[in-house]
Every structure is written in C-alpha cells, then in structure tokens.
Antibody, heavy 120, light 109 residues
Framework: QLQLQESGPGLVKPSETLSLTCTVS??????????WGWIRQPPGKGLEWIGS???????YYNPSLKSRVTISVDTSKNQFSLKLSSVTAADTAVYYC????????????WGQGTLVTVSS | SYVLTQPPSVSVAPGQTARITCGGN??????VHWYQQKPGQAPVLVVY???DRPSGIPERFSGSNSGNTATLTISRVEAGDEADYYC????????????FGTGTKVTVL
C-alpha cells in the first residue's frame, strides 16, 4: 500500500523559507505514470494546489505562488521536497503531499498533512 | 484563471439525497473529480471522471457533468457522510494548473 509522509518544521518565522519533505513508501517515485504534488489548506479554508513534479524533475507550479516556490525530487531517497520563500502569516496552513495520477489528472493518494505556522 | 464555485453548505436529513454543485465555465468539457474531507483528515477521492467511483466507495455516491455545472449526488445520506466536499479539474490553459472548488460543507441533520 502506497504511503506518503510529510516532514519538516512546524514553525517558521516571517520572511524565512518554509521547507518540507515528502517520503514515499510502498511504491517508486520514479514511476512514469505519476507526478507528485503539494497542496495546502489554511485553517478553516479550502484546498490550494501549490505545484507538482515528475521524477525527471519537470515541474508545474500554481501561477499565484510560482515566484516563491521550488519543488525538487530525490529519486535515490524516494522523496520530493517543497521550499516556499518569504513566508508570511498567510502561508500558515496544513501542507499535504499527494500522488498525481497522470491519465486522469487526479490526486489518488495523500499524506496525512502537516501544520506549518508562520509566526515570530 | 479558471474558477470553480460551490455552495458553502448543504443540509440534508438522513436517508435523503444531497446534491452538491460545482460551477465553472464550460465545465462539461472537462473531467471533474470529487474529494471528501472529514475533520482532521486528508481528502479522499470519492468520484472521478465525472461519474466513476474508486474501489471501496459506496454506490450511493454518483456524479454528473454537463454545460456549466457538475454535480455530486449522495443518495440515502448517512451520518458518516457529513464532511467537506471539493470538486477538482485540471486547467490546461492556465499553466497546467490543478483547480479546486471552493468547497461545500455537508451537514446531516
């Protein structure tokens, strides 16, 4: 059974860079059938797609976050990572990693999510 | 950018039918997927490609999509169906973006 697990600091200071890693187990991140993505959800609000990456390193980003987002992949560790720079309180959210199925363009497996709070 | 609009809330009595709409410009030309999210949990896919169900999802969940509106229908609603529901499409015209609907809270009375 595929599992995804987010990890990283739960508290980040304003203007600093948020960094999270998603570890994939029970399957290979190098599969040609999937992208791997990040989604976030501010407290009490809806879902927002951040971006996605292929095992080759090809990326797609949400245009509204593109200038601050970098997603990378490490196939040797079966992990992919998110960096979001110049964070503000508006970036406080639960951050999810998920598998993006390429044929139907949907998210079929999700991590449990991790809360990141931006505060001094 | 492409926008998907859902009603903020839907209330339904147990055993009745809940219908959740997802409005978008010519959404009928896109494949729509629906996710259920219970408090403190990650979303779960309940309908994909407008009307198909993943393995393990009850037949009570169904979907349709035409024109400018997609609809998720939950028949014979149970208390366990109380959750937030989100529609989602892939917008190939906007930097190849995932787009989520605004979300609908389903309350079982």
């Amino acid at each position: 059974q595929l599992q995804l697990q987010e990890s990283g600091p739960g508290l980040v200071k304003p203007s600093e860079t948020l960094s999270l890693t998603c570890t994939v187990s029970g399957g290979s991140i190098s599969s040609s059938s999937y992208y791997w993505g990040w989604i976030r959800q501010p407290p009490g609000k809806g879902l927002e797609w951040i971006g996605s990456i292929y095992y080759s390193g090809s990326t797609y980003y949400n245009p509204s976050l593109k200038s601050r987002v970098t997603i990378s992949v490490d196939t040797s560790k079966n992990q992919f990572s998110l960096k979001l720079s110049s964070v503000t309180a508006a970036d406080t959210a639960v951050y999810y990693c998920a598998r993006l199925e390429l044929h139907q363009l949907l998210l079929d497996y999700w991590g449990q999510g991790t809360l990141v709070t931006v505060s001094s | 950018s492409y926008v998907l609009t859902q009603p903020p809330s839907v209330s339904v009595a147990p055993g009745q039918t809940a219908r959740i709409t997802c409005g978008g410009n010519n959404i009928g030309s896109k494949s729509v997927h629906w996710y259920q999210q219970k408090p403190g949990q990650a979303p779960v896919l309940v309908v994909y490609d407008d009307s198909d169900r993943p393995s393990g999802i009850p037949e009570r969940f169904s979907g349709s999509n035409s024109g400018n509106t997609a609809t998720l229908t939950i028949s014979r609603v149970e208390a366990g169906d109380e959750a937030d529901y989100y529609c989602q499409v892939w917008d190939s015209s906007s930097d190849h973006s995932f787009v989520f609907g605004t979300g609908t809270k389903v309350t079982v009375l």
